[in-house]
Nanobody, 116 residues
């Protein structure tokens, strides 16, 4: 059973930083690309960042240069370092993975609130 658990969200002032963590269980972490998405109230869930199993990264345009995704394969964890946060970064942030059969899994999400 694949399970993802996000943590690290909170309230921060604009210009501040947060680091999100996602712990993955179920034995698939090392072979799979991992993603972060976010969803603001009343909006669709948007792509934030991806890291492949070999460490290649990709970012949404709105976070390039401010956010960094990285992973620790020994700990089955993926992280999102968020710097220079803006009020428009306020959202619930979700960790996501797709297994070998094409089944997608989501965590429960962690709330990030950036005050102006």
């Amino acid at each position: 059973q694949v399970q993802l658990a996000e943590s690290g969200g909170g309230l921060v002032q604009a210009g501040g930083s947060l680091r999100l963590s996602c712990a993955v269980s179920g034995g698939i972490f090392g072979l799979r690309a991992m993603d972060w998405y976010r969803q603001a109230p009343g909006k669709q869930r948007d792509f934030v960042a991806q890291i492949t199993n070999v460490g290649s990264t990709n970012y949404g345009d709105s976070v390039k240069g401010r956010f960094t995704i990285f992973r620790n394969n020994a700990k089955d964890a993926v992280y999102l370092q968020m710097n220079r946060l803006k009020p428009e970064d306020t959202a619930v942030y979700y960790c996501h993975v797709i297994d070998e059969e094409g089944i997608g899994y989501w965590g429960q999400g962690t709330q990030v609130t950036v005050s102006s």
